[in-house]
């Protein structure tokens, strides 16, 4: 047999090959570790094309092999191997693939890239680099492969990074691709077993093949989303979401679907049992894990789903987003937008349904978790129907602590009724016994009780459901029907009002007194029981979305506004009311003060702050005038 000569060929990077390889290898960066995660990603890849490729063909050479990769730390002579039993490479394909940047997307990618090492060399290690990031650790890195194809043959790629590398020929190599990182003096760590236990753990742990190392399998959660429903158990659901949602609690909530189009989507989420932004734990952060082919592409990403989901757990897998993207890309990617769009849009049909099928469940959580449906209400337009459907409120005819929904609402409404009402209160109580609800409750029109702050937001946002306005009831402008004829028994009262030129009179007198305080002071339609309410003619405002507003003011640091864009309407069948005039001609000054006292009594009724210290001082005086009437 005639001795072979080795034919050692020695060739140049591509131009861009070696500008990439120069910030790698001259930068300091903090989050080197990603070569690691880099170089599993390719070989799960080559093992993933190696399972498609066997399939489509008659012959594969190796084909007994098991499909898997070996990580080999040699923490002696300061190595690290990773083997993988996939595709493999030609002597050509090594070329093409470790010596251009050929990929789709790269040029982009690399511009990026360059621009970031630019600004700040830590924020290389945020873009995936490819195979290059191998040089981040590696002074030297050789590339044994040997192509699936049966009558391909061994090849060696070694490179030091320094603007060549050499390609040799290994004859023996069985298929797949050893890649030998001979580790920089100061990144010997990554020989270390348990370093690399944890690398592996944190970036590939759901790579569908096993990663064996020193004899183990590393990897020991599956990639649990994207086997099929019915094969998973609970527990392993379970388990899967504690460990990424590093939790202590029991999911509450599961949604596992893939999807075909618009996009290819493999997603498992969670909503967690426990919401602890609520319990004071500060703001969330996003508990979604983006992959791309079991790859992870970003941790927590802030990009997949709106903020206002920060409480969703789980992972996204799309095999139509590129590996390499960067954080940057992932933020202006149409494709991510895309992506978020059809996500957001599944999960709240996905509540949607839960609600109707478990609509106990369903309650609790929205007790628990409804505050970031009604931030999305606020934030996100986009998805304000599919939010409305999902809001509960209490209502003059729901039990206490049993909210409903909007189409429940709707389903009830009498004939000719075209809004939907609601009023903000404190609690229950509190709305019931206020004079907002008066004029509903006689009328028997449903209203919607409201007690967060947010709500008024939510609810001015959303604006309709069903085409039916959503109306705030302390609007000035509010057309309720007519009173049924047979409540005309109240016409007694109405002989008694105070009508005509006296109610004039009086009107325009309580203004004088109230100055700047009030836009307008109206007869009441609608008051029953009260003597005065303070309404809104600016029908985008309710009260208590000033008094929000007002103390974000106050907050600021700047002076409180004075509250002068409301009306007060006056009950003219109300005793106080009707024998105001007859005060204001005995003793002005007291009736100026009663004035006063009824619009900041109506004006706590509406949830907004008064001058308590004034007010005290006033109802001493007015209580110390009856006390000397009495006498
Ligand atoms: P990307 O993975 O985004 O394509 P990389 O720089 O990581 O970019 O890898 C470049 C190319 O090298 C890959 O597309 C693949 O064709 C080839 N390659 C890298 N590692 C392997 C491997 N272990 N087995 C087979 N081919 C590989
Ligand atoms: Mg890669």
């Known amino acids: 047999m005639a001795q072979e000569k080795i034919k050692v060929e020695t060739k140049e990077f591509q131009a861009e090959v070696k500008k990439l390889l120069d910030i790698v290898i001259h930068s300091l960066y903090t989050e080197r570790e990603i070569f690691v995660r880099e170089l599993i990603s390719n070989a799960a890849d080559a093992l993933e094309k190696f399972r498609h490729q066997s399939l489509l063909e008659e012959e594969v050479f190796d084909s007994h092999v098991p499909l898997e990769i070996t990580i080999e730390a040699d923490d ?12 493999g490479m030609t002597r050509e394909e090594l070329e093409a693939n470790l010596g251009t940047i050929a990929h789709s997307g790269s040029r982009t990618f690399f511009t990026q890239l360059a621009e ?7 924020l290389i290690g945020q873009f995936g680099v490819g195979f290059y990031a191998a040089f981040m650790a590696g002074k030297r890195v050789r590339v044994i492969s040997r192509s699936y194809r049966p009558t391909a043959e061994g090849c060696e790629w070694a490179s030091d990074g320094a603007g060549s590398y050499t390609l040799t020929p290994a004859p023996g190599t069985r298929r797949g691709t050893k890649i030998i990182v001979e580790l920089k003096e100061d990144a010997h760590e990554f020989a270390d077993k348990m370093t690399l236990q944890r690398i592996i753990r944190k970036y590939s742990n759901f790579v569908s093949f096993p990663i064996m190392l020193a004899g183990e399998t590393v990897n020991t959660v599956q990639a649990l989303w994207a086997r099929s429903r019915q094969e998973i158990k609970e527990e392993e659901y379970t388990e899967f979401y504690k460990f990424i949602g590093n939790a202590v609690d029991e999911p509450f909530f599961r949604l596992h679907f893939s999807a075909d189009a618009p996009l290819a989507i493999n997603a498992l989420l969670f909503v967690p049992k426990d919401n602890f932004e609520s319990l004071g734990f500060g703001r969330m952060k996003s508990g979604v894990n983006l992959y791309c082919q079991k790859v992870l592409i970003e941790q927590h990403s802030e990009n997949i789903l709106p903020e206002w989901l920060r409480f969703l757990k789980g992972v996204v897998d799309s095999e139509d987003l590129p590996l390499n993207i960067s954080r940057q890309a992932l933020q202006d990617s149409n494709l991510v937008a895309k992506l ?3 996500l957001t849009k599944r999960f709240l049909k996905f509540l949607e349904e839960q609600a109707v099928a478990e609509q106990e469940r369903y309650l609790e959580f929205w007790k628990n978790f409804g505050m970031f449906l009604k931030e999305g209400a606020t934030a996100d337009f986009a998805y304000r129907d599919e939010i409305a459907k999902l809001l509960r409120f209490e209502s003059s005819r729901s039990e206490a602590g049993q909210p409903i929904a909007l189409a429940d609402y709707v389903g009830r409404m009498a004939e000719g009724q075209q809004e939907i009402y609601y009023i903000n209160g404190p609690n229950r109580a509190a709305i019931e016994s206020g004079p907002y609800v008066e004029a509903f409750l006689k009328r028997e029109i449903e209203i919607l009780y409201l ?3 947010i709500d008024d937001f939510v609810m001015s946002h959303v604006a309709e459901f069903d085409a039916k306005k959503l109306v705030s009831a302390d609007r000035a402008d509010l057309k309720l029907p007519e009173k049924q004829p047979d409540q005309a028994a109240a016409g007694k009262d109405e002989d008694a009002a105070l009508a005509g030129a006296a109610l004039t009179g009086l009107t325009d007198w309580m203004q004088e007194v109230l100055g700047s305080r009030v836009k307008a002071v ?10 005065a309410m303070v309404v809104n003619p600016d029908s985008f405002m309710t009260s208590t979305m000033e008094r929000v507003l007002q103390a974000a003011h106050l907050h600021q640091g700047k002076a409180a506004q004075e509250f002068g864009g409301k ?17 204001k001609q005995k003793d002005e000054s ?7 006292q009824i619009f900041d009594n109506a004006l706590i009724q509406a949830g907004l702050v008064v001058d308590s210290r004034k007010m005290v001082e006033r109802t001493y005086h007015i209580l110390e005038r009856i006390a000397v009437e009495v006498q």
């Not at 002579?77 to 039993?85: A, E, G, R, S, V």
Request: aromatic share 2%; charged share 30%.
């Open 340 to 342: 978020r769009k059809v």
């Open 116 to 122: 970031a090492a630019r600004k700040d060399v830590n």
């Open 451 to 453: 007690f967060e702050p």
């Open 590 to 596: 007291l009736a100026r003060e009663v004035v006063e």
């Open 567 to 583: 009306n007060l309407e006056i009950n003219s069948r109300h005793a106080l009311i009707k024998n105001l005039p007859a005060l």
């Open 522 to 531: 109206t007869e009441s339609k609608r008051l029953e029981e009260s003597p």
């Open 76 to 87: 002696k002579n300061h190595t690290l191997t990773i083997t993988d039993t996939g595709i």
